[in-house]
């Protein structure tokens, strides 16, 4: 009997995995691959059925002798084991991130006479409506509270880029890189205070009312499926967050981060340069509870953010708030610095994680922004934010282009540095029915 390879990474099956499976079994005896949750996150979608459990469904499809785990969307580590006579696949990868899997796979085969058999990709006329109800599903709210936590719970560094409007969030959803290894995409949206109240034109003082705030989450939440963390700057008095954190998960928020500061707000990264007050431990741990207490799903987080190290309060103030808002119920940490350095966080993660492993903990390295995201999470930092620089690099783009039209007294210099009509008509297409 001949032995079949192919890798599955889906936990849904389509007419079109049942069609492979048989063409597979149709050469000889099957060996199908499952490709582990961190693979499938990275390349597709956050699994919706964990390992386990897609092992056992393909397991039970007749056709299929064995399953094994693909720890990599390598196949090296498998068919080397395996050396099969044939891999399956769709004819589907010859572009994009696959083409580099695909010919390590016909170079590998090589090596003991092995064949890889394509065969054309097989579209039922339901493809096309089951991928745009899958898609449509990962954007609702509750969906992407659960792929959030999922994300923090598989111990992967968690990377948040800020959005403040629709385009901004489309570029985040949408933004890829590759390199023959991976493929990186960011997992969330940040609603930054700061950038939301900027791009409006007014100061981050929480002077942006919840109603015009919520406008943005929902031009966002329009365009996007992936996780949205918002910035609720202080939460306002505990009578009135209470209100406001229902409205923020009724309307499709994943997690809430308010910070513990009371009076006018100012940013952090003023410091002390301005006057402005954290809140006392009693206090803040009160609007954590009545906050958790106001909300109903449990996949929905409440992030509480300790603003010690900005003030100059100290490590221990900082550590010794950070127990006392987990104990009232703080679903994660963000820990916020101003230093040029990540010292003073790594400090805090690590003398944080010597009692609590679990609560997930975040931060935002605008001002030590060398650190590198493996760092952070070698200290056990779950989630980094990139708070600003999706508005900080398209302002000074639009005053080089207000100032060369006025220099110039025409738009032909300026020109020169805008994306094509043709470019930006084709950004955003007519969706086909
Ligand atoms: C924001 O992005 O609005 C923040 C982070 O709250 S910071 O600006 O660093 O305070
Ligand atoms: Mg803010």
Same mark, same amino acid.
């Given at each position: 009997?001949?032995?079949?390879?192919?890798?599955?990474?889906?936990?849904?099956?389509?007419?079109?995995?049942?069609?492979?499976?048989?063409?597979?079994?149709?050469?000889?005896?099957?060996?199908?691959?499952?490709?582990?949750?961190?693979?499938?996150?990275?390349?597709?979608?956050?699994?919706?059925?964990?390992?386990?459990?897609?092992?056992?469904?393909?397991?039970?499809?007749?056709?299929?002798?064995?399953?094994?785990?693909?720890?990599?969307?390598?196949?090296?580590?498998?068919?080397?084991?395996?050396?099969?006579?044939?891999?399956?696949?769709?004819?589907?990868?010859?572009?994009?991130?696959?083409?580099?899997?695909?010919?390590?796979?016909?170079?590998?085969?090589?090596?003991?006479?092995?064949?890889?058999?394509?065969?054309?990709?097989?579209?039922?006329?339901?493809?096309?409506?089951?991928? *745009?109800?899958?898609?449509?599903?990962?954007?609702?709210?509750?969906?992407?509270?659960?792929?959030?936590?999922?994300?923090?719970?598989?111990?992967?560094?968690?990377?948040?880029?800020?959005?403040?409007?629709?385009?901004?969030?489309?570029?985040?959803?949408?933004?890829?890189?590759? *390199?023959?290894?991976?493929?990186?995409?960011?997992?969330?949206?940040?609603?930054?205070?700061?950038?939301?109240?900027?791009?409006?034109?007014?100061?981050?003082?929480?002077?942006?009312?919840?109603?015009?705030?919520?406008?943005?989450?929902?031009?966002?939440?329009?365009?996007?499926?992936?996780?949205?963390?918002?910035?609720?700057?202080?939460?306002?008095?505990?009578?009135?967050?209470?209100? *406001?954190?229902?409205?923020?998960?009724?309307?499709?928020?994943?997690?809430?981060?308010?910070?513990?500061?009371?009076?006018?707000?100012?940013?952090?990264?003023?410091? *002390?340069?301005?006057?402005?007050?954290?809140?006392?431990?009693?206090?803040?741990?009160?609007?954590?509870?009545?906050?958790?207490?106001?909300?109903?799903?449990?996949?929905?987080?409440?992030?509480?953010?300790?603003?010690?190290?900005?003030?100059?309060?100290?490590?221990?103030?900082?550590?010794?708030?950070?127990?006392?808002?987990?104990?009232?119920?703080?679903?994660?940490?963000?820990?916020?610095?101003?230093?040029?350095?990540?010292?003073?966080?790594?400090?805090?993660?690590?003398?944080?994680?010597?009692?609590?492993?679990?609560?997930?903990?975040?931060?935002?390295?605008?001002?030590?922004?060398?650190?590198?995201?493996?760092?952070?999470?070698?200290?056990?930092?779950?989630?980094?934010?990139?708070?600003?620089?999706?508005?900080?690099?398209?302002?000074?783009?639009?005053?080089?282009?207000?100032?060369?039209?006025?220099?110039?007294?025409?738009?032909?210099?300026?020109?020169?540095?805008?994306?094509?009509?043709?470019?930006?008509?084709?950004?955003?297409?007519?969706?086909?029915?």
């Amino acid at each position: 009997m001949k032995k079949v390879y192919l890798c599955m990474s889906t936990d849904i099956i389509q007419p079109g995995h049942i069609h492979i499976i048989e063409k597979a079994a149709e050469l000889g005896e099957v060996t199908v691959g499952v490709l582990c949750d961190r693979c499938v996150a990275m390349y597709e979608r956050y699994p919706m059925f964990p390992l386990e459990e897609r092992m056992k469904i393909i397991q039970n499809i007749r056709g299929v002798s064995r399953v094994v785990v693909q720890e990599d969307i390598y196949y090296d580590a498998n068919i080397r084991a395996l050396k099969p006579d044939y891999v399956i696949h769709g004819d589907n990868w010859k572009t994009g991130y696959q083409k580099k899997v695909r010919e390590r796979v016909i170079e590998l085969l090589a090596e003991w006479g092995g064949e890889l058999v394509e065969i054309p990709y097989y579209k039922s006329a339901g493809t096309h409506l089951f991928e *745009n109800s899958m898609s449509e599903r990962r954007g609702l709210p509750e969906a992407r509270r659960q792929i959030l936590r999922q994300k923090i719970c598989s111990g992967d560094i968690v990377k948040v880029m800020v959005a403040y409007d629709g385009l901004s969030a489309l570029l985040v959803e949408k933004t890829a890189v590759e *390199n023959e290894k991976e493929r990186r995409q960011f997992d969330g949206i940040w609603l930054s205070s700061l950038c939301d109240s900027t791009a409006k034109g007014k100061p981050d003082i929480e002077l942006v009312d919840l109603t015009s705030r919520m406008n943005s989450v929902n031009d966002i939440m329009e365009v996007t499926t992936k996780p949205i963390i918002f910035d609720a700057d202080t939460g306002g008095l505990i009578e009135h967050f209470v209100y *406001n954190i229902q409205t923020l998960e009724r309307i499709g928020v994943s997690a809430v981060i308010i910070e513990d500061k009371v009076g006018l707000k100012r940013n952090s990264l003023l410091g *002390n340069e301005v006057e402005q007050h954290q809140d006392s431990v009693e206090h803040f741990c009160e609007k954590i509870r009545e906050g958790k207490r106001a909300v109903r799903s449990s996949a929905f987080m409440l992030i509480a953010r300790i603003e010690s190290l900005i003030l100059d309060q100290g490590m221990e103030d900082a550590l010794a708030r950070a127990h006392a808002y987990v104990e009232a119920g703080a679903d994660g940490i963000m820990i916020h610095s101003r230093a040029a350095e990540p010292d003073e966080i790594f400090d805090f993660a690590d003398r944080f994680r010597k009692t609590d492993r679990d609560t997930a903990l975040v931060v935002v390295p605008t001002t030590y922004n060398k650190v590198r995201e493996e760092e952070l999470e070698a200290h056990g930092i779950n989630v980094v934010i990139y708070a600003n620089h999706m508005l900080r690099a398209a302002f000074p783009a639009m005053q080089r282009v207000a100032r060369s039209v006025l220099e110039n007294e025409r738009c032909y210099e300026a020109s020169q540095d805008c994306m094509s009509i043709k470019e930006i008509l084709s950004l955003v297409p007519v969706e086909e029915g």
